[in-house]
């Protein structure tokens, strides 16, 4: 009996070769050298996230034809530096000289890093980068709460999250890359006093907004929202194939 559940085994697994071999995918290396020619996108989560939370994004970047590498990190825990390091490590290991072209997204301190990164490591084959809800001049949230003591419970990153000019993002000098900022605007404004003007509930538009960016586009969601929606996704597209967002 074994005998023979197992030649019907051998022959179901020799007729699909047989199927995959007339459609032209004969072998897991041709697969493989095929993923190797694409650009490989690195997807940056955000704040007191890990890398799950951007899955969503990362399928529809790969169902878009590209790879990604989805880069981790302990924001809660890890200093600044202690950050960089552990996301170079991470990037030298995946993607240098491992496709045509390397491009980023981040969403909001993602973003940051994304930026940090770049200022002090070069790739050859850089391609386009997208900033999504990133507080690219700092966070007024930050500037207003970073005092209190429950406050540190966030970690050393988050505090050095504020606007002035020798916090994390005031260290960061200005892209000469290709980058597109995509801000998140929520449904009614109740924290005037914390964010002021249009906001995400975390991020002002404004201080999304960098200088040399190449384009800018604002989607009615909040925050952590900006994560899922189709409209920042189709916006990352297009910005990753084109340099620029077009309009949905």
């Known amino acids: 009996m074994r005998k023979a559940v197992l030649a019907v085994l051998v022959t179901g697994v020799l007729t699909w070769t047989a199927v995959w071999t007339a459609l032209g995918v004969d072998n897991l290396g041709a697969a493989d050298a095929s993923a190797s020619e694409r650009d490989i996108v690195v997807v ?30 302990s924001s809660l825990r890890q200093t600044p530096e202690e950050i960089l390091d552990d996301i170079a490590g991470q990037i ?49 949230i930050v500037d207003n709460l970073g005092h ?18 020798d916090s994390f993002p005031g260290t960061i000098g200005e892209p000469d890359y290709p980058v597109g900022v995509i801000a998140g605007v929520r449904n009614g404004r109740v924290n005037e006093d914390l964010l002021p003007g249009e906001d995400d509930g975390l991020v002002t538009v404004e201080s999304t907004r960098i200088d ?30 084109t340099g620029s967002f077009g309009r949905q």
């Open 44 to 73: 940056v989560h955000g704040l007191g996230r890990s890398k799950s939370a951007m899955w969503l994004l990362a399928s529809r970047i790969e169902e878009a034809g590209y790879r990604v590498a989805r880069v981790g990190y």
């Open 148 to 165: 209190k003591w429950w406050f540190r419970v966030l970690g050393p990153m988050a505090r050095g999250l504020g606007t002035s000019p």
């Open 92 to 140: 030298a290991a995946c993607c240098h000289g491992t496709s045509p072209n390397v491009h980023f997204v981040g969403h909001s301190l993602g973003g940051l890093l994304i930026r940090a990164y770049l200022a002090e490591h070069r790739i050859a084959n850089l391609g386009r980068v997208v900033l999504i809800g990133t507080p690219n001049t700092g966070s007024e």
């Open 212 to 241: 040399g960016m190449a384009d800018f586009a604002i989607v009615n969601a909040g925050h952590a929202a900006l994560r899922y929606d189709k409209a920042v996704a189709k916006y990352t597209m297009t910005f990753l194939r």
